[in-house]
T-cell receptor, first 109, second 110 residues
């Protein structure tokens, strides 16, 4: 099956810093989503982005489907950005998501 | 707007006891429904998915089963819990590719 690799596994930032999280996948996809898991475990949808670029406030994402990677940018990080960020993909006509292992982000005040 | 509910939020059960977790979706019709488990650590693993009432596909062999008795209701069950069933169980729904997750149930088997 498809493999999803996220990097870095852990990231520690000072408040106000910018960061880039990466997601590599091993095959073509028709669905790519970024999630933020907060300290209570809730998975919050950030982007549905099988290709192209999207922005939402301080967050933006780019997926280059032909090169099989996606990037999540966080600018001017805040302590509330802390948590685990997951990339998940689906192939072909399937809606079954395969998750990466996540990037654990800690933003210190 | 669509809303997804899960209950209970937390559960502590002894080994060998039965399990029933419920997930319901509001505000949409004929959604695809999913059960995922997140074990200690971070990864999420798809357990079951359903494209309609009574239609269940299992992704991994395990001690669990799923049922969909109504269009917007998805139930995860076990007849006898194992220690290895402990984890965080998340229900999700989708209509047009994008999936949305419920708040989850944290299960501890002692």
């Amino acid at each position: 099956g498809i493999q999803v690799e996220q990097s870095p596994p852990d990231l520690i930032l000072q408040e106000g810093a910018n960061s880039t999280l990466r997601c590599n996948f091993s095959d073509s996809v028709n669905n790519l989503q970024w999630f933020h898991q907060n300290p209570w475990g809730q998975l919050i949808n950030l982007f549905y982005i099988p290709s192209g670029t999207k922005q939402n406030g301080r967050l933006s994402a780019t997926t280059v489907a032909t090169e099989r990677y996606s990037l999540l940018y966080i600018s001017s990080s805040q302590t509330t950005d802390s948590g685990v960020y997951f990339c998940a993909v689906a192939q072909g006509g399937s809606e079954k998501l395969v998750f990466g292992k996540g990037t654990k982000l800690t933003v210190n005040p | 707007s669509q809303t997804i509910h899960q209950w209970p939020a937390t559960l502590v059960q002894p080994v060998g006891s039965p399990l029933s977790l419920e997930c319901t979706v509001e505000g949409t019709s004929n959604p695809n429904l999913y059960w995922y488990r997140q074990a200690a650590g971070r990864g999420l693993q798809l357990l079951f998915y359903s494209v309609g009432i009574g239609q269940i596909s299992s992704e991994v062999p395990q001690n669990l089963s799923a049922s969909r008795p109504q269009d917007r209701q998805f139930i995860l069950s076990s007849k006898k819990l194992l220690l290895s069933d402990s984890g965080f169980y998340l229900c999700a729904w989708s209509a047009y590719n994008e999936q949305f997750f419920g708040p989850g149930t944290r299960l501890t088997v002692l």
